[in-house]
């Protein structure tokens, strides 16, 4: 704790060996985040600048390349600070709001999932309501609760974190995520059950949600062989991407059951995965899966 200026800065101990092969690892996270940003970026601009993309499938899948973008923001520019630095800190309250961050953005993206999920559902299973249901203002509505909803709840568990008093100053990860509530001198029973109920309510909930839009997708498509060719082509990148999600929160939940200092390494390898493979994974799915992002990407880089 630096009592000069009276604030309080936590130490990063997931690093494995960052003195010796720092600019290695600066050079490589460089290069993924330059990918990540470039490869969301263009997608979302032929999004935006093509007007026959301007349908809710293709606004949603711009939302969620543009939460990849601020995710990898949230995260990369740290991490590259941090390789080149002698000493892997942060303070106290910019850890708190990483963690708020993180867990908003991917709170975001399970939400925009849903609603992707539920707008493949309406297209395929009842297509003649689908222009009465998905009109620009129910897209509105749906984008805003996507942010404003997940916010509202990670708010919570940010502001009673911020009540508790911390002994510890030392996290055995790279980043800020749900083991910050290991400095606090006490455990909180009060955050533990919120934490419980916000996984029920903004993971549990929503996912089961989703297998139910694609199971109903799977018997109409069974049952209808002229819906099959329409719901592979727009379904299967949609899938695609909520696999990759689903393992990205596998990923974290393993994390934090490694708490010991002999799988530091694993955990290194896990985090920079589970930082890369969402972001970088979404728009190379959407950009070659999508028939009308493809083409777009075909005129413009050929």
Known sequence: M???????????????????????????????????????????????????LHEPMYIFIAALLINSVLFSTVIYPKLLVDFLSEKQ????????????LYYWLGGSDLVILSIMGYDRYVSICNPLKYTTIMQKTTVKIFLIAAWILPACQISVAMLLSAKKQICTFHLKGILCD???????????TLLNIYGLTVFVTAVLLPVLFILFTYSRILVVSYRCRGVRRRAAQTCLPHLLVLINFTSL?????????????????????????????????NPIIYGLKMRRIHDHLKKLFC
Request: proline share 2%.
């Open 2 to 52: 630096d009592y000069r200026l009276n604030v309080t800065f936590i130490t990063f101990g997931g690093y494995v060996e960052v003195q010796r092969y720092r600019y290695l690892y600066f050079v490589i996270m460089f290069t993924v985040y330059m990918l990540i940003i470039s490869s969301n970026v263009t997608i979302v601009y032929i999004i935006m600048i093509h007007k026959n």
């Open 89 to 100: 800190i942060i303070s106290y309250p910019a850890c708190l709001f990483q963690w708020f």
């Open 178 to 188: 749900s083991t910050v509530q290991t400095l606090h001198c006490v455990r909180s």
């Open 249 to 281: 929160i596998s990923f974290f939940l393993l994390l934090d059951q490694l708490k010991l200092d002999s799988q530091k390494t694993v955990r290194l390898i896990l985090t920079i995965q589970g930082v890369t493979y969402q972001p970088l994974f």
